[in-house]
């Protein structure tokens, strides 16, 4: 799948969603007043991912999304002109606000430590999603094996993280271990990485892209759809770029 793959997306749904400019949607302030802000670029590329993957599947699709937070991936998903339809969504996280989540509409709820040794799925999916917490953990490696053993052959992971450039990955990944608050950044990615990550966990880069040139965060900048394009396609050429990065992971079909 090439890295510009993401470029024939629909972003104009973005400039007029009320969903996100809810108080209830946990996204700054500042990016509710734009129309296409930076900040809900990990909504995007998750639910396209996800999108294409319930849209390829001959049925629908059980999930498991790790680290949920406050539920806004499925918010988000839910506030699309179609959304995609699933079996079941699963919450893991450590901290388990259910009943916002079950307004949110997620159907099971699992409470786990991801660092626990011990820590499992409690069954097997189709797509685990994990957008955003990987960088939370001190052996980002060990976790994704774990949860990579849970997803069905053929099914995917869908994630995303910030990133640097691998030159830089390994200094500024002591560097932020040194100052991390509870719960902060501890883990520091670049695209060198994810795929010895893949290829750790038995699994095969599908798509890998940067999102953004430069974060703008709210400016007038971020009222231009072309400045958005502009922004994807930079990612698509240079994913290492400091910033964020999003991918997709595929686990391969047991032979016949």
């Known amino acids: 799948m ?22 209830r949607f946990g996204i700054p302030k500042e990016a509710k007043q734009v129309k296409y802000p930076i900040r809900l670029l990990r909504y995007w590329f998750g639910y396209h991912l996800l999108r294409e993957e319930a849209d390829q599947s001959p049925g629908t699709l059980d999930v498991a999304e790790i680290g949920v937070h ?3 991936m499925l918010e988000f998903l839910n506030s699309v002109p179609k959304p ?3 079996a079941s969504w699963t919450a893991v996280d450590a901290v388990m606000l259910t009943e916002k989540l079950r307004k949110a509409g997620y159907t099971d709820f699992f409470e786990a430590n991801l660092e626990a040794p011990d820590f499992d799925l409690p069954r097997d999916y189709d797509v685990a999603v994990l957008l955003h917490i990987l960088e939370h953990l001190h052996d980002p490696e060990t976790a994704l094996v ?5 997803i069905r052959p053929g099914g ?5 993280f910030p990133v640097v450039p691998h030159l830089f990955a390994a200094t500024r990944e002591k560097q932020v271990r040194k100052t991390a608050a509870p719960m902060g950044h501890v883990s520091v990615f670049s695209p060198t990485r ?14 890998m892209s940067g999102a953004f040139f430069l974060r703008s965060k709210g400016s007038s900048l971020e ?3 072309a400045w ?3 922004n994807l396609i930079w990612g698509g050429a240079f994913p290492g770029w400091p910033g964020e990065i999003y991918w997709k992971m595929r686990k391969p079909r047991k032979a016949a």
Not at 146 to 150: M, T
Not at 156 to 160: D, Y
């Open 223 to 225: 009222n231009s759809e």
């Open 228 to 230: 958005a394009r502009f």
């Open 146 to 150: 774990k949860v990579a053993q849970r």
């Open 70 to 72: 406050t539920g806004q």
């Open 156 to 160: 995917a992971l869908i994630g995303g």
């Open 84 to 86: 995609p339809q699933f």
């Open 2 to 23: 090439s890295s510009f793959h993401h470029l024939d997306w629909d972003l104009t749904f973005l400039a007029d969603n009320p969903t996100v400019r809810s108080k």
């Open 194 to 207: 994810v795929r010895h990550m893949a290829k750790k966990a038995g699994l095969e880069v599908e798509f």
